[in-house]
Nanobody, 124 residues
Framework: VQLQASGGGLVQAGGSLRLSCAAS????????MGWFRQAPGRKREFVAG????????YYADSVKGRFTISRDDAKNTVYLQMNSLNSEDTAVYYC??????????????????WGQGTLVTVSS
């Protein structure tokens, strides 16, 4: 499956962005999905995950209550709605997919498919 992430940009603190992760080649509906981010000089970190089997979501503590992960099966696309952004959210954001039948996990090494990344810059 090929993933194409988009929607990043420059936003003021307190603002919102919606990231999209469009898939081609295979369906996303039967696999766990994750969003990760990597800030300059820092390790890639888990942001949000979506269970394919029951639709449950999971968030890093740093984004809980502000970010929402969702999926549109008709468009074969996963989204990350980001609200109340602050400077700590500045990073390159990546979407990732697991193999069919595997649910989301927080470990990036468990995801074999990655989008190219989209840069989010939050100005204070």
């Amino acid at each position: 499956v090929q993933l194409q992430a988009s929607g990043g940009g420059l936003v003021q603190a307190g603002g919102s962005l919606r990231l999209s992760c469009a898939a081609s080649g295979r369906t996303l509906s039967n696999r766990g999905m994750g969003w990760f981010r990597q800030a300059p000089g820092r390790k890639r970190e888990f942001v949000a995950g979506l269970s394919w089997s029951d639709g449950r979501t999971y968030y890093a503590d740093s984004v809980k209550g502000r970010f929402t992960i969702s999926r549109d099966d008709a468009k074969n696309t996963v989204y990350l709605q980001m609200n109340s952004l602050n400077s700590e959210d500045t990073a390159v954001y990546y979407c990732a997919a697991r193999r069919p039948g595997n649910n989301y996990v927080t470990n990036a090494d468990a995801y074999p498919y990655w989008g190219q990344g989209t840069l989010v810059t939050v100005s204070s």
